[in-house]
């Protein structure tokens, strides 16, 4: 499936006349090391919105709490629809009455290490490892640094799949935690979710 197929769900819940988020398909893969960024996205309920680059687009998942350093915790991730590459540097307000209205703002962006591999050690695809339920990577940003694992625990004959994001025990330095959003900055602009509102709305 290509990138304009897989965001079909994404371009089907958005008016982009309204909203100033990118339509996507305008930035191809680079041969680079993948891509994740992290947002804040104070909407309905405010939740942080964790997003991997998995070939053309951005795999992502809803994480009310927000991810953290601390291996003890296993954040809820709730996957949502693929997003497009160009979603990596938005940051702005999404127009009240479309899908998601609210403040989004980068907390962290940076690459990340696909570390997945099978029982003999071997490496296996990461959108493979994704598809089967578990994978793990070495995240490289400003403010999260180290190894995780996404592993979905529930996948139901609705549709409803919900993740666990955790932070492995070993890896190297974790970085920092998920801040209180109502006072964390943007990684990109050093903006609080305030001031895009008040200067983006």
């Keep these: 499936m290509d990138g304009a197929d897989r965001l079909r769900d994404y371009h089907g819940k958005r008016h982009f006349d309204r909203t100033a988020e990118p339509r996507g398909g305008g930035r191809e893969a680079q041969d680079a090391r993948p891509r994740f960024v ?3 996205h104070d909407a309905r309920r405010m939740h942080f919105d964790f997003r991997l680059q998995v070939g053309d687009v951005l795999k992502s998942w809803s994480v009310p709490k927000g991810p953290s350093a601390d291996p003890r915790d296993k954040r809820l991730a709730v996957p949502t629809e693929d997003h497009p590459l160009e979603y990596e540097e938005f940051e702005g307000v999404i127009p009240h009455g479309e899908y ?57 004959d609705d549709g409803e799949e919900a993740w666990l994001l955790v932070r492995a025990a070993k890896g190297g330095s974790g970085g920092r935690g998920a801040p209180d959003p109502r006072r964390a900055r943007s990684a990109r602009t050093r903006r609080t979710l305030a001031q895009v509102a008040q200067e983006d709305g």
């Design 38 to 40: 992290v947002q804040i």
């Design 100 to 156: 998601g209205g609210g403040t989004v703002i980068v907390w962290d962006h940076g690459t990340y290490e696909p570390l997945s591999h099978d029982r003999r050690g071997r490496p296996v695809d990461f959108a493979a490892s994704l598809e089967r339920g578990h994978a793990t990577f070495r995240l490289h940003g400003a403010k999260l640094r180290g190894e995780y694992a996404l592993t979905r625990f529930r996948s139901g």
